[in-house]
């Protein structure tokens, strides 16, 4: 951890329903866009060592494709089966048309 904000994005980078792949102090992060709404989140699912950014964004959730369970991106917790422990978020704000992620 580095204790500091880190500008990530450009802040209109991602259309809604896109993500983008990051990586901040040798951590693997998504930045996702829910409807207009920005966040940062781990890149692999709880459930299994498997990527999330293979999968797609609904409703303020991010869905793992490998089995199906959602995470909601403002907490991280999974909304549904087979994941029962939450993805990490981080803290984020917009400042110099930039995104930044508090790691
Ligand atoms: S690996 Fe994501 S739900 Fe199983």
């Known amino acids: 951890m580095t204790d500091s904000w880190i ?19 040798g951590k693997r ?3 996702c866009n829910a409807d207009g709404e920005l966040y940062v989140v781990d890149e692999m699912c709880s459930h299994e060592d498997y990527s999330l950014f293979l999968g797609c964004i609904q409703d303020g959730r991010i869905k ?6 959602y995470f909601d991106l ?3 917790i999974p909304k549904t089966e087979p994941a029962d422990q939450p993805i990490c978020t981080y803290r984020t704000r917009i400042e110099d048309g930039q995104l930044w992620v508090y790691s």
């Open 7 to 25: 500008a990530v994005a450009a802040e209109d980078e991602l259309a809604p329903g896109q993500m983008k792949r990051i990586q901040v102090a």
């Open 29 to 31: 992060l998504l930045v």
């Open 64 to 69: 793992c494709s490998l089995h199906g369970s």
């Open 74 to 76: 403002k907490t991280g």
